[in-house]
């Protein structure tokens, strides 16, 4: 079982950035792959970015280019880079983790942190 944090949301003004922190804690986190989703009011948690066991990346059409996931298997540790952000990416963004997948379903992941809010102001 691993435990997820998230950290680094908050307010930030239209074409700013933020870094997005998600630390995990529990058992070996490179056996995990880890994922990013994001919820706004009334909407379905939808997928950001992922990143594999192996490193590879993937990520939404609405923030390729914009967005980008890493981690450091040394800090436990993965991050969500944003930039250029729009008053649409407001949202609370949860990151989650699977020792089988890794893709954009957010029900296949097994766990789940509790979110940060991301607000983005026009």
């Known amino acids: 079982q691993v435990q997820l944090v998230e950290s680094g949301g908050g307010l930030v003004q239209a074409g700013g950035s933020l870094r997005l922190s998600c630390a995990a804690s529990?058992?070996?986190?490179?056996?995990?792959?880890m994922g990013w989703f994001r919820q706004a009011p009334g909407k379905e948690r939808e997928f950001v970015a992922a990143?594999?066991?192996?490193?590879?990346?993937s990520y939404a059409d609405s923030v390729k280019g914009r967005f980008t996931i890493s981690r450091d298997n040394t800090r436990n540790t993965v991050y969500l880079h944003m930039n250029s952000l729009k008053p649409e990416d407001t949202a609370v963004y949860y990151c989650?983790?699977?020792?089988?997948?890794?893709?954009?379903?957010?029900?296949?992941?097994?766990?789940w942190g509790q979110g940060t809010q991301v607000t983005v102001s026009s």
């Open positions: 989650g983790a699977s020792t089988w997948y890794s893709g954009r379903e957010y029900g296949a992941y097994d766990y």
């Open positions: 990143i594999r066991w192996s490193g590879s990346t």
């Open positions: 529990g058992r070996t986190f490179s056996d995990y792959a």
